[in-house]
């Protein structure tokens, strides 16, 4: 499996961001995805998924804010980040849960992308 992310940068706080997710090498379709992020010196952290079926869950800390979809023609997820606090400044990952699998079982991580909020 081969997940890309892109989309990030600098943003001041309150602004908004569109990240992206481009996946290949799985069964996109059948798959739950998840976007997960790490700042600096703290572990990566779950943001958001979205079943196959397009069932959405978020982290507390994002939900209102972020929303996160699905592209089954294309093999991508976005995710779109409003209201951005400093808070939110970390690398962000995607990846792919298995089949029946749990959102403790995600894989694939790549690069992912590098978000920075200004305050």
């Known amino acids: 499996v081969q997940l890309q992310a892109s989309g990030g940068g600098l943003v001041q706080a309150g602004g908004s961001l569109r990240l992206s997710c481009a996946a290949s090498?799985?069964?996109?379709?059948?798959?739950?995805m998840g976007w997960f992020r790490q700042a600096p010196g703290k572990e990566r952290e779950f943001v958001a998924d979205?079943?196959?079926?397009?069932?959405?869950y978020y982290a507390d800390s994002v939900k209102g804010r972020f929303t996160i979809s699905r592209d089954n023609a294309k093999n991508t997820v976005p995710l779109q980040m409003n209201d951005l606090k400093a808070e939110d400044t970390a690398v962000y990952y995607c990846?792919?849960?298995?089949?029946?699998?749990?959102?403790?079982?995600?894989?694939?991580w790549g690069q992912g992308t590098l978000v920075t909020v200004s305050s």
């Open positions: 979205i079943t196959s079926t397009g069932n959405t």
């Open positions: 990846a792919v849960r298995p089949w029946r699998g749990t959102r403790n079982q995600y894989y694939g």
């Open positions: 090498g799985v069964d996109f379709s059948t798959r739950a």
